[in-house]
């Protein structure tokens, strides 16, 4: 045990007075400080390029009101400070989003009207084209297939079919209520949303005084339980093939031959898998400490509950331990690079499944999805904490045997690498098989 923690303590001491070690401590804040900064400066770096576009109406009755609220829509995106229309250095009003210039099309006789507007579009005459089919003010007509088609080569830029469909709509339903003889005023009255909000449950305290139930906070709801995974996902994804690496690299160094005459193959690799934890531990409680400061900073303390620091603390030793045990053993076994990346991919497989369905669990938590992945033990450190997170979170039973579970899993993952690592580390030549590496668990030697 000794010489487990003196391997353990040189691998940590080494880390952590590593370049790497500074770049991952601060790779975080800096992609998450850099992406806020890039939406700050990025929102309003709007592309002000004048859009085109042209309007077939047959009726002859939205064109006005087109017309009319795209003016009103113009003048509503310059920009005001103090009340007051900024100016830039030409004299015309700042924008805050491109202007829309509308033209009227009338088809010639014979005319095919989408063609030649079409040619307008790729010549860039226009953005693109609205038309309106003739019925769509007729209460009493069958809508065709298309009411109200609009073409575009930039179907990317959503803002001017939506601002379009809300003006058509909008006349269309006017003259419908008209044609009802029915008041406006009683329409909009009568057509006012009511929003429903999520709640939690009323409870009782050990007085027997009942204590209303607590409005639901999107935030704690999706953004905790999401962020505590990812967060998981990125400290393993980048301890475990470090770990990998490194192994290999000594290897292929032939510095492990010189460690083995010192301390056991087991004894090494445990040293280093309890020193690679120690590392990300050190990582992962510097981040929690940010969020503990930020979230006290801000007065939101409260949505990060102190039973989650520990959940995430305890399943990324886990999954550390299980994953770098498997990732080192691969990289004892390996003789070049190449190879541990063609090993490492089932791997990493399987460390990004809850990746792939944590919409569906965070969507039903206690649904079949989110119980079968809490069962699945290299899944389960990642799963059960999203789960943990998200009301009304998993049983009790769920939490211990899923628990149970991922303990013995690691363990067994542990003595099987440790069985690999032991043959592996010292081997030559061509890479193994994983059905050569298995074997290699169940010798006896």
Same mark, same amino acid.
């Given at each position: 045990m000794d010489k487990v923690l003196a391997v353990a303590r040189a691998e940590f001491l080494q880390a952590i007075r590593s370049k790497a070690f500074l770049i991952g401590l601060l790779m975080m804040p800096v992609l998450m400080g850099g992406s806020i900064v890039a939406q700050i400066f990025l929102k309003d770096q709007v592309d002000l390029t004048e859009r085109r576009c042209a309007i077939v109406d047959p009726t002859g009755e939205v064109w006005p009101l087109i017309?009319?609220? !795209?003016?009103?829509?113009? $003048?509503?995106?310059?920009?005001?400070?103090?009340? =007051?229309?900024? =100016? $830039?250095? $030409?004299?015309?009003?700042?924008?805050? *989003?491109?202007k829309i210039v509308f033209e009227r099309h009338f088809p010639a006789e014979g005319e095919e009207t989408e063609m030649v507007l079409s040619d307008k579009v790729r010549d860039g005459d226009l953005d693109g084209f609205l038309i309106l089919g003739k019925e769509i003010l007729d209460k009493n007509a069958e809508v065709g297939e298309r009411p109200a088609a609009y073409h575009t080569n930039q179907p990317t830029f959503t803002e001017l079919p939506n601002w379009l469909q809300g003006v058509v709509n909008g006349k269309a339903l006017t003259d419908r209520f008209v044609a009802a003889d029915i008041d406006q005023k009683i329409v909009a009255r009568l057509s006012k949303p009511i929003n429903v909000e999520t709640w939690g449950l009323a409870s009782r305290d050990t007085s027997g005084e009942v204590k209303g139930a607590k409005k639901e906070n999107k935030l704690r709801t999706f953004l905790v339980p999401a962020a505590a995974m990812f967060l998981l996902f990125m400290l393993v994804m980048t301890s475990a093939p470090a770990l990998m690496n490194q192994v290999l690299e000594e290897k292929m160094l032939r510095i492990s031959e010189v460690l083995v005459s010192a301390v056991s193959p087991f004894q090494l690799m445990m040293g280093k898998l309890v020193g690679g934890v120690l590392v990300t531990l050190t990582l992962g409680g510097l981040y929690l400490g940010g969020v503990v400061w930020a979230t006290n900073h801000y007065g939101v303390a409260d949505l990060v509950p102190v039973s989650m620091y520990i959940w995430f603390l305890f399943m990324l030793v886990l999954?550390?331990? &299980?994953? /770098?045990?498997?990732?080192?053993?691969? /990289? %004892?076994?390996?003789?070049?690079? *190449?190879?541990?990346? %063609?090993? &490492?991919?089932?791997? &990493?497989l399987?460390? &990004? =499944?809850?990746?792939?369905?944590?919409?569906?669990?965070?969507?039903?938590?206690? /649904?079949?999805?989110? *119980?079968?992945?809490?069962?699945?033990?290299?899944?389960?450190?990642?799963?059960?904490?999203l *789960?943990? !997170?998200?009301?009304? /979170?998993?049983?009790?039973w769920e939490v211990i045997l899923a628990t149970v579970l991922c303990l013995a899993a690691t363990v067994f993952f542990v003595w099987a690498s440790s069985k690999v690592f032991r043959i592996g580390v010292l081997s030559q030549g061509q890479t193994p098989s994983f059905k050569a590496m298995i074997g290699w668990v169940f010798t006896k030697n």
């Open positions: 017309e009319t609220q !795209g003016s009103e829509r113009n $003048d509503a995106v310059g920009v005001k400070k103090g009340g =007051i229309w900024e =100016i $830039d250095e $030409d004299g015309a009003r700042k924008q805050k *989003r491109p999954a550390l331990l &299980m994953y /770098g045990s498997v990732l080192s053993a691969m /990289g %004892s076994a390996c003789q070049e690079l *190449r190879d541990a990346q %063609s090993m &490492m991919m089932p791997a &990493m399987l460390i &990004m =499944i809850p990746l792939f369905a944590w919409n569906a669990v965070l969507e039903s938590p206690n /649904g079949t999805v989110a *119980r079968a992945l809490t069962f699945l033990p290299t899944a389960t450190p990642m799963v059960l904490l *789960r943990l !997170g998200t009301p009304p /979170g998993p049983p009790l």
